[in-house]
Nanobody, 123 residues
Framework: VQLQACGGGLVQAGGSLGLSCAAS???????MGWFRQAPGREREFVAA????????YYSDSVKGRFTISRANVKNTVYLQMNSLKPEDTAIYYC??????????????????WGQGTEVTVSS
């Protein structure tokens, strides 16, 4: 599965951005996740969503501010980001997982990755 993330950009602190990730094939068999990597830091888990029942999981740093959702009929997953902070600045990646531990936060349970979209939050 090839993934194409888009929607990144420059936003002021407190603002909002919506990311989307379109897949080249059906995603209904995959759990989906968003990760991010800030300059000089390791890639970190942001959010994940179950392939069918809509269960969602978030890192503590984004819980209450970000919302992950998916539209299987469109083969697309979304990440709505509100109340953005400068520390949210990173390249955001979407990924697919067939592993039952997709919600654990480890990127080792994910296989296909998109190319990333850059988010910059100014203070």
């Amino acid at each position: 599965v090839q993934l194409q993330a888009c929607g990144g950009g420059l936003v002021q602190a407190g603002g909002s951005l919506g990311l989307s990730c379109a897949a080249s094939a059906r995603i209904s068999n995959y759990h989906m996740g968003w990760f991010r990597q800030a300059p000089g830091r390791e890639r970190e888990f942001v959010a994940a969503i179950h392939r069918s029942d809509g269960s969602t999981y978030y890192s503590d740093s984004v819980k209450g501010r970000f919302t992950i959702s998916r539209a299987n009929v469109k083969n697309t997953v979304y990440l709505q980001m509100n109340s953005l902070k400068p520390e949210d600045t990173a390249i955001y990646y979407c990924a697919t997982s067939s592993n039952v531990q997709y919600y654990s936060g480890s990127d080792s349970f994910y296989n296909s990755w998109g190319q990333g979209t850059e988010v910059t939050v100014s203070s």
